[in-house]
């Protein structure tokens, strides 16, 4: 009965009170990390040579585009099992952020949908999970592919957002503290972290200028890390100057920094899709230009970019479901607001025969827009979808696997986007005085 109740009954007896919206994306945040394990799963080598005789998995993969073709159903199974997964996830959150639109209070009929039901909720999952996987190849993967490179330059940018509302109460925290405490000992850590986030940027730069660019050619490689390198400084310099502080006296070089370690890694992660060996010497052997054989190794997805963006997507992802901003204007944005009308409920109810429960905090109005929420989760899903498969595309053949430019230009046009915004909030105050940046 708890599967199927709602979400206070979950926490019958064994957690303390919480909020029922908190334990509602917790849950739905549990959904999109189990399919995100189901997917590493799939794409073990181990598991991977196995996948081929799941029912209807390869039926269709000798047609593209109404072309009959000569396609081995065991090319890059790993790869076909995570898309069809990330299809899955992509689709449940899709439905949830379709059926919650306008839902405003916890008295609305839908928000017992959003918050119980639980167990009926993981039987669609997997319905439509199984589902995904009778979908023939056809020209599934190569469009499919697109809706991920969307999806993930969306999903970039609320990273973006998360990170840069991260660093700003990072900064105010750390300034706060050392005016209420021993004030050296905050500003020697606050000098040291911002040390170490510059001294990693610098040393990543270096590295990626020695393994991804040479002497002769790999022009782009060499531009990429020089604008981005050049742009960070500038950021850096914006951030401390007299009229910046003026208007915002919490900005500083932690925030720069940080952001600028972030730019960092998303251009590492640019040029490891870099479709060229001698530029990219972490491109995959069996996803060259080379046809795949027998003998080369399966897909793999643990190169080091892959892990750190994994680790970042788990970060923000829980970011999401559990707390808001400390700041009005990202709460807007994120559609997030804990201190409105339902969120300041007390948990009167928490208590029912001596038991801790979590208690409805949304009965006057909800704290975070359903909708909004759910397609976070979906754009999560196409994020990590195309993570766990490097951002790699099949040929129209369907039997090689390459790496497009259309990744490489996607990251780093996100790594300017980010660049830009929070250049924004640091110049936003001085061009637009009328409105409130507290």
Known sequence: SCLCGSAPCLLCGCCPSAKNSTISRLLFTFFLFLGTLVSIIMIIPGVEKELHKLPGFCEGSGSVLGVQTNVDCSSFLGHKAVYRMGFAMAAFFCLFAVLMVCVRS???????????????????????????????????????????????????????????DFAHSWSQRW????????????????????????????????????????????TEGKAFISINFILCLIVSVVSILPKIQEAQPHSGLLQASLITLYTIYVTWAALANVPSRHCNPTLLLRNSTSSATATEPLTTWWDAPSIVGLVI?????????????????????????????????????????????????????????????????????????????NWYRPDESLQVLSSPWTAVWVKICSSWAGLLLYLWT???????PDRDFS
């Open 313 to 389: 997507f788990i970060l923000c992802t829980l970011f999401i479901s559990l707390r808001s901003s400390d700041h009005p204007q990202v709460n807007k944005l994120m559609l997030t607001e804990e201190s409105g009308a339902g969120a300041g409920a007390e948990p009167g109810g928490a208590e029912e025969g001596g038991e801790h429960r979590a208690y409805d905090n949304e009965q006057d109005g909800v704290s975070y827009n359903y909708t909004f929420f759910h397609l976070c989760l979906l754009l999560a899903a196409l994020y990590i979808m195309m993570t766990l498969t």
């Open 175 to 218: 300034l706060h503290n050392a005016e209420q405490g021993s004030a050296k000992g905050w500003y020697a850590a606050l000098c040291t972290v911002t040390f170490l986030f510059y001294a990693a940027s610098i040393a990543a730069v270096v590295l990626l200028y020695v393994y991804y660019t040479k002497p002769e050619g790999c």
């Open 426 to 432: 640091l110049v936003a105050p001085l061009l637009l």
């Open 106 to 164: 916890s008295k609305d009929p839908r928000a017992a949908l959003q918050n119980g039901f639980w167990f009926f909720k993981f039987l669609a999952l997997v319905g439509i999970t199984v589902g995904a996987f009778y979908i023939p190849d056809g020209a599934f993967t190569s469009v499919w592919f697109y809706f991920g490179v969307v999806g993930s330059f969306l999903f970039i940018l609320i990273q973006l957002v998360l990170l840069i």
